[in-house]
């Protein structure tokens, strides 16, 4: 019975995520609910899910003593509750990690470069630079904060509304492609990466050319639809506290050690075998030793504090990490009660290919989340195989685990409400449903399924 209840506060959370556009609820508080409230619950009957899952490992923790609700709920906190926590706080470590390095550089004003890079009034040469820069920056940084950060850009060059939202709309696809190809570019990738069931180097090899033909078709079909110019109007170089601005070879060194660290992050964790997000904790002290050094003439004149804070970036990376936070907690109790595996006998015993679970899991991620189905599809498969079965599919770099990445992640662009991403760029532009629906979608469904198709091929060889 309480299994049934936890189940249905999960399906019910989906329904309220899904329909977060229309109620005006925020998905990151839906999960949080969900998060403590399965938690709750399975500590109220906690006593029939340890006897039921985890028998043998309680046993050994009475070690004879006698069993009370008491020693169930230690039980439960030490070896359940806090496996999962730290699973979750890994990964909402490392998003805090990179939102505080784009918020060095974007004070710094490293990102400076990126505008003066597109500065062009040719629709075709700015849609492609912005759109690259997103790609690259998406594949190393949080991608929710690459887009803020090139929708904040675009917002203040742009003027016409009807071009900010078909240019937008290509850099929320940019940055979930680009995002999807890298272990510390997206949620999924992180998460996948953390329980050894990807490797970086060929999740990389392998999403590559698909992440860049879901983003190069659409880009394309979409630059047809702009004007050859565009209604441009260039904003001044940003005021920054004082005259003492960094110059342009300090903004650059700040730029390499905040980028060119975190692309060091997957080689040293295959070198220590320690979380990710303390190696990106690494890059940011090192990168905060540097912004105390060259900016020690602010500091001492207590101006740091004039300089430009980009809180949409800090207020959205927070989002982003309570509802990380709050699904993979919910998850955790659900994965508790046993039903997962049920659920995962079913799955396989009724579709069986892993390319139809990949395509209904796409199409799922553009109406409920992307990153809400793909820890779905990671849990419940799990939940059978283990973290990584010994061989096939879902063994360690399996195809599986590729489609899942990559299927959820450009999936979710299919509708603007399926990422957090997408959801950004509707409040940014007050873009409507419908009209994503009847502009966007066919172009990101011929990108999905391009890229698709080269991954099929690709594990085929």
Partial sequence: MMTLIIVLMLVFSYVLIATGHLTGVNKAAIAMFLGTISWVVFVIWGDDFVQSQHATEYAEFLAGDVSTSKTVKYFIYD???LKYVGRAAAIVMFLLATMSIIEILNNNGCFDFIS?????RNSKRLLWTITLATFVLSATLDNLATTMLMLVIMHGTVKNRSQRMLIGSAIVLAAC???????????????LWGDEAVTATH???????PALAAWIVPTILINRELPSRLDIEWQVAPYRGDDTRLNRWQRLVMLIVGIGGL??????LSLTRLSPFLGALCV?????????AFNRKLMNADQMSQRRFPRVLQYGAIQQMLFVMGIMLGFGAVTETGVLTTIAQWIESTIGNIWIIGAISGALSSCIDMFTIAISDISIAQSLHGMTDVAGDYAQNGAYWLIVAFSTGIGGCLLSVGSICGIA?????HIRVGWYVRRIAPKVLAGWLLGMGILYVETLI
């Fill in 79 to 81: 070896n359940l509750f």
């Fill in 116 to 120: 003066e890079w597109i500065r062009t």
């Fill in 177 to 191: 492609s680009g995002g999807c190809f890298t272990v510390i570019g997206d949620c999924t990738g992180l998460l």
């Fill in 203 to 209: 999740f990389s090899a392998y999403l590559a050319i």
């Fill in 263 to 268: 692309w060091f992050v997957p080689t040293f």
């Fill in 284 to 292: 940011l002290s090192v990168l905060w030793v540097v912004n105390e």
């Fill in 425 to 429: 760029l509707m409040q940014m532009e």
